[in-house]
């Protein structure tokens, strides 16, 4: 099949590149150049497990990226991939999406297959696909006959190859017969079960999940914080409620909170909708409550500990959101360095992928090339992100000069750090 993906963001870039290992001739449209050439010279401009090889094996025979919507006219199926980022309030910005569906009309108004179909991948509010992308192609051509449809992902970053060619499920979200056809064949290489559903409930499961999610963090932070008073070790006590299989132990592991592109968001636009229809979101709000208290935890933890922050120096280890990325969106690290700036302490700190990132946005903390550098010589230190690398640490906790340990991770190997929840 013709695919068309709008938008060669982290999303949009995976999905293109796995629907072209499946054999589909796939173009990425993009509005900035330098990833365009990036993508075309098969240089991810991403870091994504796998990418770059599937880049590598498909660029010049049946993946390209664009910066012009033409390949729109002869596409089977062309999903909209753009960003859905947060309005002040927490609600989803469709700015880039109302652009793309007006765009996509314009191309289609052109030339077109027989029938195109219209898939949403962003994550969207609920009735975005019908009364916002749908409405808008129907509206400029009332005469076309094409599919609407909601397909969400569940790509975690840093795996979101593996996620998309091994997913739990796919969810098609179309009344259409004749658009759901389509988007069973497009994915016929995959073997997952596929849920076919409509495309408001498409929208909502994508939202649910991840809130869901978010929300047994939040519910083993609370959790831990318990355990901690009480002296239980919570990973214990997770693992024996995740054993039950209503359950399952994963998305149960208490630390400093979640952070990310995703689930921050997700949660705030999806209390936002609550709001819009004169509900309150008593449940996801405690959820994003515990998250926002969480990182301040590891704060007064070291205060505990150590004293007064004033001139302290303190090692921040890990400030991606997680390991294997560069990403700082949301990472719990932010309000950790902040407030240690703002109690005059001086955070030195390592992540070996995400400093980059950090600098430009905290450049007032120092930030060093090795987790051995930030120690040395440090009043105390705080494990921010679950970086396998941080658990061979060892006689590099001996360079400091107070050994005030918190792990917010439980990612440590040594004995005497202090977990944030155990
Ligand atoms: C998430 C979802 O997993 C994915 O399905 C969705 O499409 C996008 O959002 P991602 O943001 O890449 O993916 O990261 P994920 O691996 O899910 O972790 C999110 C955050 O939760 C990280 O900050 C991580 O440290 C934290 N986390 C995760 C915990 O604190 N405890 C856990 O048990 C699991």
């Given at each position: 099949m013709n695919v068309t993906i709008i938008g060669g963001g982290y999303v949009g870039l995976v999905t293109g590149a796995c629907l072209s290992t499946l054999n589909h001739n796939v173009t990425i449209v993009e509005i900035f150049p330098e990833k365009v050439e990036a993508i075309n010279s098969a240089v991810p401009p991403i870091y994504e497990e796998g990418l770059e090889d599937i880049l590598k094996a498909r660029v010049g025979k049946n993946l390209t990226a664009s910066t012009t919507y033409e390949s729109v006219q002869t596409a089977d199926a062309v999903f909209i991939a753009v960003g859905t980022p947060p309005n002040p309030d927490g609600s989803a910005n469709l700015t880039y999406i109302r652009q793309a569906a007006e765009n996509i009309a314009e191309e289609l108004a052109k030339a077109h297959t027989e029938y195109p179909v219209v898939v949403v991948k962003s994550t969207v509010p609920p009735g975005t696909t019908k009364n916002v992308v749908c409405k808008t192609i129907r509206e400029k051509l009332p005469d076309l006959k094409f599919g609407c449809c909601m397909n969400p992902e569940f790509l975690r970053e840093g795996r979101a190859v593996f996620d998309f060619m091994n997913p739990d499920r796919i969810v098609i979200g179309t009344a259409d017969a004749r658009a759901a056809d389509v988007m069973h064949s497009l994915y016929a290489g995959i073997e997952a079960p596929i849920l076919d559903v409509e495309p408001t409930a498409a929208e909502m499961i994508k939202y649910t999940s991840n809130a869901l999610l978010a929300a047994k963090i939040s519910f083993a932070n609370e959790i831990g914080n318990l355990c901690k008073k009480l002296g239980v070790d919570v990973y214990e006590v997770m693992k024996g409620v995740g054993m039950d299989s209503r359950v399952s132990p994963k998305f149960l592991n208490a630390g400093a909170g979640f952070g990310g592109s995703c689930f921050p968001k997700d949660v705030s636009a999806l209390a936002d909708i609550i709001r819009k229809e004169n509900l309150e979101p008593v449940f996801l709000d405690a959820v994003l409550k515990v998250n926002d208290l969480q990182p301040l935890r590891m704060i007064s933890l070291l205060e505990e500990k150590?004293?007064?922050?004033?001139?302290k120096r303190i090692a921040v280890l890990?400030?991606?959101?997680?390991?294997?990325?560069?990403d700082i969106r949301e990472s719990r690290s932010i309000p950790v360095i902040e407030k240690l700036l703002a109690a005059g302490a001086k955070p030195v700190c390592y992540d070996p992928m995400a400093s980059d990132a950090m600098q430009k946005l905290l450049p007032n903390a120092e930030y060093v090339a090795t987790a051995a550098s930030a120690l040395i010589e440090a009043d105390g230190c705080l494990v921010m992100t679950e970086w396998p690398e941080f658990t061979k640490l060892d006689k590099e906790f001996d360079l400091m000069k107070t050994r005030a340990i918190i792990d917010g991770r439980h990612i440590l190997s040594i004995p005497d750090a202090e977990g944030i929840c155990w």
């Open positions: 150590i004293g007064e922050l004033t001139g890990g400030l991606a959101f997680k390991d294997n990325t560069d």
